[in-house]
Nanobody, 125 residues
């Protein structure tokens, strides 16, 4: 069974930083594109950042560009989301997703087959 497990969420003050991690078993992030998504209460999941493909570059939502950085460690089969200059509007449950269907756009949740359980990020004073 494929499992993706996010960690690193928590409570942070505005302007602070967090690094989210996603560990995979039964699946290799390095073999495919992947995405970080987030869900705000009452809204659909939205793309945050990710990798276009196994060898492709990164992409970022306009709302997090220049603040967040996605990275991967293929040897450890993990991906990361470094979040800096956090804002209250970044508060959400964050998910990692893998095994992209390349017939669909990278910003579409339906483009990914595997999903983690999510980790809560709360930005508040």
């Amino acid at each position: 069974q494929v499992q993706l497990v996010e960690s690193g969420g928590g409570l942070v003050q505005p302007g602070g930083s967090l690094r989210l991690s996603c560990a995979a078993s039964g699946y290799s992030f390095g073999d495919d594109g992947m995405g970080w998504f987030r869900r705000v209460l009452g809204k659909d999941r939205e793309i945050v950042a990710g990798f276009i493909s196994r060898t492709g570059g990164t992409f970022y939502a306009d709302s997090v560009k220049d603040r967040f950085t996605v990275s991967r460690d293929n040897a450890k089969n993990m991906v990361y989301l470094q979040m800096n200059s956090l804002k209250p509007e970044d508060t959400a449950v964050y998910y990692c997703a893998g095994r992209r269907d390349y017939s669909r756009q990278h910003w579409t949740p339906g483009a990914y087959e595997y999903w983690g359980q999510g980790t809560q990020v709360t930005v508040s004073s």
